[in-house]
C-alpha cells in the first residue's frame, strides 16, 4: 500500500523574525491543509529548510507536527543527511517522534556513487521499521539516483517503498516506470511535471506549490487518478505560471513570500535564505493573482 495518494505538501516551517521556529503558526499551518484537502504533510523537507536547523530544533519540529496533525493524514519526516551516521540517528529519532514515513534525500556534496548510494540506503532503512522514500533531486545534491540503483534497492530493502523523482529528467523516469514495473512508488518532486509522471504510474506529488494551492494540487492527482484526465491536465495548466514563479529564486524563497501574501504565515528565512528580490516579488505577486489566490 502507498504511503500516500494525492498531493504531500512539502511543508515550510514558519520562523519568528528573531529566527524562532513560530510553533503556532506551524499548527495553523497543519489544519489549513488538512482542511484544503492536502493528502500528507511533508516535513522539514527542503522547503522546510531543515538545512538551517540544529538538530534539536529538526527534531522538535518533527514531534510538533506529528502531534498536531494527530494521525489524521501521513506524517513524512525529512531525514537525509551527507553522513550516513546522522541520516541514521535523525531517522531513528523521527520514527521514535512518530513519523508515518521518511524522506531521505541523496548524500548532497560527497557526490556519492551508485554503489555508494545503495549502501548508504540500505544502512538508513536497516535503521527504522517506517517506509523509506527515497529523494532524487540532483541539481541541488550534485547525487542522481540511476533507475537501475533506485529499483535494486526497492526489491532488496524492505522498508525502501518509494521515490520522489526530481530529476526534471522525463525520459530517467519513464525508465525507471520500466524497469521497476511496479515494485517502486513514484512521486512527481517537481510540480510543473504532476500529469506526466502520473501517466507513468506515479502515485502523486511532493509539491511547493502545494503551500498556496493545496485543494488544486490534490485535485490535479485525483482526476487523473479516476480518469478525469482532461480535467486534471486543465489544473497542471492552470498552474504553470505560478509554478515558475514558485522558482524564480532558489527555493524556499518565492514560496516563503507566497505564503506571506496569501496570509498563511510569517515569510521569514533563515540565512543564508535571504528575502526574494523586488523583481521576484512582483513576479509572484502576479502569478498569485492571475491565479485568483490574492
Known amino acids: 500500500m502507498a504511503i500516500f495518494t494525492g498531493s504531500a505538501v512539502a511543508i515550510v516551517t514558519p520562523f519568528q523574525e528573531d529566527g524562532a521556529v513560530d510553533y503556532a503558526q506551524l499548527k495553523s499551518l497543519v489544519e489549513y491543509h488538512i482542511s484544503h484537502k492536502t493528502d ?24 510538533k507536527c506529528v502531534e498536531y496533525v494527530d494521525k489524521r493524514i501521513p506524517v513524512i519526516a525529512g531525514t537525509g543527511s ?6 541514521v540517528k535523525l531517522s531513528k529519532e523521527a520514527q521514535e517522534a512518530g513519523a508515518d514515513a521518511l524522506l531521505v534525500v541523496t548524500p548532497y556534496y560527497n557526490k556519492a556513487t551508485q554503489n555508494g548510494l545503495i549502501k ?36 532488496n530493502v524492505k522498508n525502501i517503498v518509494a521515490i520522489k523523482e526530481a530529476s526534471g529528467n522525463i525520459s530517467q523516469v519513464v525508465k525507471l516506470a520500466q524497469m ?16 506526466p509522471l502520473l501517466s507513468l504510474g506515479g502515485k502523486g506529488v511532493i509539491s511547493v506549490t502545494a503551500n498556496i494551492i493545496p485543494e488544486d494540487t490534490h485535485d490535479m492527482v485525483q482526476k487523473y487518478l479516476d480518469g478525469d484526465v482532461a480535467g486534471s491536465l486543465a489544473l497542471q495548466l492552470k498552474a504553470i505560471e505560478l509554478c515558475d514563479a514558485m522558482f524564480c529564486e532558489v527555493n524556499p524563497i518565492p514560496v516563503k513570500k507566497a505564503v506571506e501574501l496569501a496570509g498563511l504565515c510569517n515569510g521569514y528565512v533563515r ?11 512582483e513576479k509572484i505577486k502576479k502569478a498569485m493573482q492571475d491565479y485568483g489566490i490574492i
Do not use: F, K, W
Open 40 to 63: 500528507a504533510i511533508v516535513i522539514c523537507g527542503t522547503t522546510g529548510e531543515a538545512s538551517t536547523m540544529t538538530e534539536e530544533e529538526h527534531l522538535e519540529v518533527i514531534r
Open 271 to 281: 540565512m543564508p535564505m535571504t528575502e526574494a528580490e523586488p523583481a521576484s516579488v
Open 120 to 155: 548508504h540506503y540500505t544502512m538508513v532503512a536497516d535503521a527504522v521499521d517506517v517506509p523509506i522514500i527515497m529523494y532524487n533531486v540532483p541539481s541541488r545534491t550534485g547525487c542522481n539516483i540511476q533507475p537501475a540503483t533506485a529499483v535494486e534497492l526497492a526489491r
Open 180 to 195: 521497476a514495473d511496479g515494485c517502486i512508488d513514484i512521486y512527481s518532486g517537481n510540480d510543473d511535471q504532476v500529469v
Open 82 to 87: 551527507n553522513c550516513t551516521q546522522t541520516a
